[in-house]
């Protein structure tokens, strides 16, 4: 017994296959063997993850409480009512270059590595978020937005990442930081547009009309963002690198496909994934097709709902919106990203167990329906009680949002 005892306490941490397919030099293979010798979370790396999608949501929801009064000082609409009009081109200016670049930043993160990518898309935060505060004219703002979107391509390296840095039984809790550091956003970004534009109306004591902050309404918020973004951007002088970059030989034991196939079926053999050289289609694969289809609804759904919002809650009683200011507007704003906060790491994950994930999306769908037909009747509420109703509204249907992406 003492020898068995013995040799077990001198038995090696990595197996001799782990030690055999482990190529010198390659920053992949480097981080592979820490993250197998590591028994606990990694809180390093996954603080990597929260930071850098939070940098990526909060120049998105900062931008929404004031849009409505910045196309309007632009003096781009002639008549108040076509104000929404051009604001939906700003605000769509960002998700259709994120749209156009979003795939070749995903190819180019799985060519020269995650790091790059990520430093690159947060240092055009910090250059494209600080020239729309500084926007004097319409095709400014919106072609510094396109390039904010075109230039970040953030999210879909980030969730690469997170499953990388990590062991595979914490994986579900590193999604889900990606998911609890866009609700983060949704609470700070909306408050710092709300509260920080105009500061030279809002706070004269502080901020005088003559000053940069007086002549540009809306820079303090975008230059609040963006000096967050360029922390985080210094940040990343540390973040470990997780791509393999040595050459793929055809033995399993040495591919990418057999290091990684426990993210694709743990329940797999690995020697299955390589017995065939013919890989099917992914546009035959009916399961994720209808997957992406449903995904591509919702999200269209989801975005068009949160654009939309702020420019009817800011826009005139007449024309059928709420006459709200952007400080009511980032108070909503706030007040639905912290229940999304709240219900995404306490309620959420009780949901899905009791329902399942296809179940929980179909009533969350459903919901929606009478959910978003009750807005306009909003309008002929006023005082506290449009607060409460439009705040109430607001918590349950991005909740149910959140329930079905």
Avoid at 131 to 159: D, E, Q
Avoid at 385 to 405: D, E, F, R
Wanted: proline share 6%.
């Amino acid at each position: 017994m003492a020898a068995n005892e013995e040799e077990e306490g001198t038995s090696p941490l990595l197996s001799k296959e782990e030690e055999r397919r482990h190529h010198p030099g390659c920053p992949g293979c480097d981080h592979d063997r820490r993250k197998d010798l590591q028994t606990g979370l990694p809180y390093k790396e996954f603080s990597y993850v929260w930071m850098i999608c939070l940098t990526t949501a909060l120049p998105i929801s900062s931008l929404f409480p004031f849009l409505y009064f910045m196309i309007r000082d632009l003096h781009v609409a002639k008549r108040t009512e076509d104000i929404g009009f051009y604001a939906g081109f700003v605000g769509a200016s960002f998700m259709f270059g994120r749209c156009l670049t979003s795939t070749l930043w995903g190819i180019a993160a799985d060519r020269i590595g995650r790091k790059p990518v990520v430093v690159f898309g947060i240092l055009s935060v910090v250059i494209f978020n600080t020239l729309f505060g500084l926007s004097v004219t319409y095709w400014m703002a919106i072609a510094t937005r396109f390039l904010l979107g075109a230039l970040n391509g953030l999210l879909g390296p980030m969730k690469a990442y997170a499953i990388e840095v990590c062991r595979p039984e914490h994986e579900p809790l590193a999604l889900s930081l990606v998911s609890t550091a866009w609700g983060i956003g949704l609470i700070i970004g909306p408050a710092l547009g709300g509260y920080l534009a105009l500061p030279a109306e809002k706070y004269p004591n502080i901020f005088s009309p003559d000053s940069l902050f007086g002549r540009f309404p809306y820079f303090l918020p975008c230059l609040c963002t963006s000096v967050f973004a360029a922390i985080v951007l210094i940040s990343c002088i540390w973040m470990p690198e997780t791509l393999h970059k040595h050459k793929v030989s055809d033995d399993g034991n040495q591919s990418v496909e057999a290091l990684e196939a426990h993210l694709i079926d743990p329940k797999e053999e690995v020697g299955q994934s390589n017995s065939s050289n013919t890989k099917k289609s992914l546009f035959k694969n009916w399961p994720l097709m209808s997957s992406i289809i449903v995904y591509c609804v919702f999200s269209f759904h989801d975005m068009a709902y949160t654009e939309v919002f702020s420019l009817w809650a800011e826009s005139d009683r007449k024309y059928g919106g709420l006459s709200l200011s952007s400080e009511d507007v980032g108070q909503t704003l706030a007040i639905t990203g912290a229940s999304l906060l709240v219900y995404q790491l306490f309620m959420y994950p009780s949901i899905i167990k009791v329902l399942g994930p296809i179940k929980s999306s179909q009533i969350a769908a459903v919901l929606c329906i009478p959910i978003l037909f009750a807005y306009p009747y909003m309008t002929y509420l006023s005082g506290p009680g449009l607060s409460i109703v439009l705040n109430i509204a607001s918590v349950i249907k991005n909740n149910l949002g959140v329930s079905i992406l």
